[in-house]
């Protein structure tokens, strides 16, 4: 994104700024250690690593806009419609989104049924079962019970951890059966670390999460702390990874990397 003379620089700029502003990268970095799991080649997943982080980044701008959760601060810094002002905001999501795409459709280390199918598994996490279906039930509010929030994180949140296991298993071309037990991996580890945040949000200070105060906590909306209570919340968080664990023992290769992986989700 090197476009420092175009009369849209400011666009690059922005996606910088977002892309570049911190945060742990649990996303690509799964869809790398899943690829070498299986034993697949690493480098060719760098890139669509990074597709799904632009997927993740895209929609956390969004997500902080004003119509929308009207966040001040994400990873420690000021939002992107604080900065660069609510449309350049809306723009930028945009871009990060279509951009995601194209450089999995130019990736040259990709055999073109991998693209085919990354495309395909990234653009379903992305839509209407995934990111923005989960996020127009979360603004109409409509999680009353645990089922309906669960329901709204697989695909608010699962469907983005979903879509990077499944992406370093199609790189390494990995079976359908196996392809399956990632798929519920995905979903889980989603699950799981929703649960975390929404205990981080009313225990963690602002200084650790990276964030103001959550807009779930000052807009009185359900999660799993307000159901369940920070002790069950926590339990329910420990099934979760324990989940995801014996999800692994069903798949081939060594399993350090993703176990240390999960090790540090909550660390």
Do not use: W
């Not at 892309?19 to 799991?37: A, D, H, Q, Y």
């Not at 209407?128 to 109409?140: K, M, P, W």
């Not at 983005?160 to 392809?179: K, P, S, V």
């Amino acid at each position: 994104m090197q476009q420092k003379h175009t009369p849209y620089r400011h666009l690059f700029e922005a996606a910088r700024y977002a892309l570049l502003s911190g945060g742990k990268r649990l996303r690509p970095v799964l869809t790398m250690f899943m690829t070498e799991m299986l034993g697949g080649d690493v480098e060719a997943t760098l890139v669509p690593a990074c597709a799904v982080e632009m997927i993740h980044t895209y929609s956390m701008i969004h997500d902080d806009l004003p119509c929308m959760d009207d966040d001040g601060v994400r990873r420690g810094k000021p939002t992107l419609h604080v900065v660069y002002d609510e449309a350049h905001a809306v723009l930028t999501g945009d871009f990060l989104l279509t951009l995601a795409f194209q450089v999995i459709s130019e990736e040259k280390n990709l055999t073109l049924e991998q693209r085919i199918q990354m495309i395909q598994v990234l653009s379903k996490a992305s839509a209407a079962h995934g990111l923005i279906g989960g996020q127009v039930v979360d603004l109409l509010d409509g999680s009353k019970n645990l089922e309906d929030l669960k329901h709204l994180h697989l695909n608010k949140t699962g469907a983005l951890f979903r879509a990077a296991a499944e992406i370093g298993a199609i790189a390494a071309d990995a079976t359908e059966q196996e392809r399956q037990h990632i798929h519920y991996f995905g979903e889980t580890l989603g699950l799981a670390y929703q649960v975390l945040n929404d205990i981080l949000d009313v225990s963690a200070s602002q200084e650790l999460r990276g964030t103001e105060v959550s807009s779930d906590v000052k807009n009185g909306k359900v999660t799993y702390v307000t159901l369940l209570g920070i002790e069950k919340a926590q339990k329910e968080f420990d099934q979760l990874m324990a989940s995801c664990l014996d999800i692994l023992t069903k798949l081939p290769g060594d399993h350090a990397l993703l176990e240390q992986y999960l090790q540090n989700i909550h660390s």
